[in-house]
């Protein structure tokens, strides 16, 4: 699986909308985008997943550049309770391979 | 409501101990794993199924042992327990692999100690 790049924390005001990006220059085009974020020490949770097009779910928009090498997750209005490490995770779209998690991003939401 | 449940959530037990995590799901999952996640090091993967009777190795198994006989079900089992085993452990389910179906629903958590 492709390896991918996240910065190590973002700040954000409560209400405004948080952009994070990921790097995965190397990604293959069988390979899906998956966003997860951690809460601290909670399971980590499913957020969103994308192959090239952008998607948006009830939490979030996945942004995916053309060349597929950078996406960006954003969350339309942030709250504190969205405070979180948040994962990029690069993978193929099926069979088995292992969710790879890297150190994420530390998402700050402050009042 | 769906969820995955692990017990104990809390552990401190001694070297040499065989011990057992379980984790259970109730959404009918097919794919089950289990993480361990350390300071620095991440979420690590340690034995992933496939299905009932089907087990594999994940980026870290030695020391732990798994058993899927009922689908729902998926122990983890540290026969000889150590120090360096002393970790947040998570159980995750998902329906499958592909797409959506890899949405991986995660436990709450087992906070391992071993003196």
């Known amino acids: 699986d492709a390896k991918t790049t996240q910065p190590p924390s973002m700040d954000c005001a409560e209400g405004r909308a948080a952009n994070l990006p990921c790097n995965h220059s190397t990604i293959s085009g069988n390979e899906y985008v998956y966003w997860y974020r951690q809460i601290h020490s909670q399971g980590p949770q499913y957020i969103i997943h994308?192959?090239?097009n952008n998607e948006t779910n009830e939490m979030a928009s996945l942004i995916i550049t053309e060349d597929r090498k950078s996406s960006t997750l954003i969350l339309p209005h942030a709250t504190l309770r969205d405070t979180a490490v948040y994962y990029c995770?690069?993978?193929?779209?099926?069979?088995?391979?292992?969710?790879?998690f890297g150190k994420g991003t530390m998402l700050l939401v402050s009042p | 409501e769906a969820q995955v449940t692990q017990n104990p959530r809390y552990l401190i037990t001694v070297t040499g101990k065989k011990l057992t995590v379980t984790c259970s799901q109730n959404?009918?999952?097919?794919?089950m794993s289990w993480y361990r996640q350390d300071p620095g090091l991440g979420l690590r993967q340690i034995y992933y199924?496939?299905?009932?009777?089907?087990?594999d190795k994940g980026d870290v198994p030695e020391g732990y042992k798994v058993s899927r006989k009922e689908k729902r079900n998926f122990p983890l089992i540290l026969e000889s327990p150590s120090p360096n085993q002393t970790s947040l452990y998570f159980c995750?389910?998902?329906?499958?692999?592909?797409?959506?179906?890899?949405?991986?629903?995660f436990g709450p958590g087992t906070r391992l100690t071993v003196t």
């Open positions: 994308g192959l090239k």
């Open positions: 959404m009918n999952h097919e794919y």
């Open positions: 199924s496939m299905n009932v009777e089907v087990t």
């Open positions: 995770i690069v993978r193929v779209g099926s069979g088995y391979s292992t969710l790879t």
């Open positions: 995750a389910s998902s329906l499958g692999t592909s797409g959506r179906r890899y949405e991986q629903y």
